[in-house]
């Protein structure tokens, strides 16, 4: 094999696993990736066809649905989670790698506020609209306090992810809090 060659089947093994990389990132959350994330590309490069440049549709589809079932397995349940979602409620010890993965994810805020939205906010403007708790209210009243609400949440956002954090006994950069060694003695 000339140099060239060597380069270009290097390059397309690089791409091929660059492309595993964003697969996996994709399917799989940070938590899961920083813990088996290697074992699980060099699995994937290992099972791959010579000179592949991209994973095969079936392998694609797998590695979705294992890490949607993954993700699914560790979420709370719909009732923990809108406490958790829309008060700020402390979830079990069981949830609380989920609950890091959360509320350090890059979408944090756009979740909680979409969900304020979709929970709080649209069904009282449906109901309010439809004349069903009286004389229909100003729309400017409703956007007025949706934007505040908006803008509460996006400026207190940095207290919001520390108390949210501590509830579930971690530091602000996402660390455990290391026990105490009161909380270790028998009582």
């Known amino acids: 094999m000339t140099g060239h060659e060597h380069l270009a089947a290097e390059n397309r093994s690089g791409a091929y696993a660059d ?5 996996l990132r994709t399917a799989y959350p940070p938590r899961f990736m920083h813990a088996r994330g290697e074992e699980f590309l060099g699995t994937l490069l290992d099972l791959a066809e010579p000179d592949r440049s991209w994973p095969d549709p079936r392998t694609v589809l797998d590695v979705l649905r294992a890490g949607a079932v993954w993700r699914l397995r560790e979420r709370p349940p719909l009732w923990r989670w809108l406490c958790y ?3 700020g409620l402390r979830l079990p010890l069981r949830y609380r790698w989920w609950v890091r993965d959360d509320v ?5 805020l756009a ?3 979409g ?12 109901v309010d609209g439809l004349g069903l708790i009286g004389e229909p209210g100003s729309w400017g009243l409703k956007l007025g306090a949706l934007l505040g609400t908006c803008m509460t949440t996006v400026v207190g956002r940095r207290q919001i992810r520390r108390d ?4 579930h006994r971690f530091n602000p950069n996402g660390t455990p809090i290391a026990p ?8």
């Open 19 to 23: 492309r595993c990389r964003l697969l």
């Open 85 to 87: 979602r829309l008060f």
């Open 104 to 108: 350090r994810g890059r979408f944090f």
């Open 111 to 113: 979740r909680l506020l």
């Open 115 to 126: 969900t304020w939205a979709f929970l709080v906010f649209l069904p009282y403007t449906l």
């Open 164 to 167: 949210l954090l501590a509830k």
């Open 180 to 187: 105490r060694v009161d909380d270790d003695e028998p009582r």
